[in-house]
């Protein structure tokens, strides 16, 4: 019978140790009798805790802004009135409230800042994210930076087509989880415009260095595959990244995200 992790009266290094170093997840967390020990119940309550404040945290402008260096920045909201109303009607965050007028440049790329699920990954790795994709966009014109608050993925094909964008970058949070409350998600969609699908994104997933993707790493995919989506004129199942896999937090290759398809994580 093998060694049951946390078991009282254990003795010896503890087998379970390799397995727990290779990941962030919550695995091998012991007993204490038909219950978890005190130590690992607590941290559970902790981790949910800082799951469901990332998600009620309200998006700071100014954070990101300040993160930005004087890059241009437009504001624009869902038509979800707040929070309670985005997380209730997915619907209403797919949309730009009504009113709201952007402008036109017709560049090639346009990037949007979204809050979606956890604002606190757009106010650590947004800014930063983005500068990483600028340097790399020099064979490509670029839009004003634009932040959008109580917004799911899908708002990005009205802000892309809005601003006459070839392509849309959307920088959103992604849904807390227990092990990661900071985790930021990339989708591309080309031609965007209202009414695109899921299978017509392509994503990349858990940027959020030191723990998940790194920027550099990040922005390098999403500029492959800008350039199979500019190749072949679409984005999504049609799409594929042959680049290198990246290495794992544990030092494994693994694939660099999720070639096609929305994550539900984000909506």
């Given at each position: 019978?093998?060694?049951?992790?946390?078991?009282?009266?254990?003795n010896g290094p503890d087998p379970w140790a390799v397995l727990r170093g290779a990941?962030?997840?919550?695995?091998?967390?012991?007993?204490?009798?038909?219950?978890?020990?005190?130590?690992?119940?607590?941290?559970?309550?902790?981790?949910?805790?800082?799951?469901?404040?990332?998600?009620?945290?309200?998006?700071?402008?100014?954070?990101?802004?300040?993160?930005?260096?004087?890059?241009?920045v437009v504001e624009v909201h869902s038509a979800a009135a707040d929070r309670a109303?985005?997380?209730?009607?997915?619907?209403?965050?797919?949309r730009l409230a009504p009113g709201w007028s952007l402008p036109r440049p017709?560049?090639?790329?346009?990037?949007?800042?979204?809050?979606?699920?956890?604002p606190r990954a757009?106010?650590?790795?947004?800014?930063?994210?983005?500068?990483?994709?600028?340097d790399r966009l020099a064979d490509w014109s670029v839009g004003p930076v634009v932040l959008a608050a109580q917004a799911r993925v899908a708002l990005g094909d009205e802000i892309g087509?809005?601003?006459?964008?070839?392509?849309?970058?959307?920088?959103?949070?992604?849904?807390?989880?227990?092990?990661?409350?900071?985790?930021?998600?990339?989708y591309l969609t080309w031609a965007p415009r209202p009414g695109r699908t899921d299978s017509e994104r392509n994503c990349v997933s858990n940027v959020r260095p030191p723990h998940g993707l790194g920027y550099a790493e990040a922005a390098d995919l999403v500029l492959r595959l800008l350039e199979g989506a500019r190749e072949l004129g679409a984005s999504g199942v049609a799409l594929k990244d042959e680049g290198p896999s990246l290495?794992?937090?544990?030092?494994?290759?693994?694939?660099?995200?999720?070639?096609?398809?929305?994550d539900p994580r984000t909506g």
């Open positions: 019978m093998s060694t049951l992790p946390g078991r009282s009266g254990d990941t962030r997840a919550r695995v091998a967390l012991g007993r204490a009798g038909d219950g978890l020990p005190t130590a690992r119940e607590l941290e559970f309550r902790l981790a949910h805790a800082v799951a469901r404040d990332a998600v009620h945290t309200a998006l700071d402008p100014e954070v990101v802004r300040a993160g930005l260096d004087g890059l241009p109303e985005y997380l209730q009607r997915p619907d209403l965050g797919r017709e560049a090639d790329v346009a990037i949007v800042l979204a809050d979606g699920l956890s757009v106010h650590e790795h947004g800014a930063a994210l983005t500068t990483a994709l600028l087509a809005a601003l006459g964008a070839r392509v849309v970058l959307v920088l959103i949070g992604e849904r807390p989880g227990l092990s990661a409350a900071d985790s930021l998600g990339i290495p794992s937090e544990s030092g494994h290759r693994s694939p660099p995200g999720i070639p096609a398809g929305a």
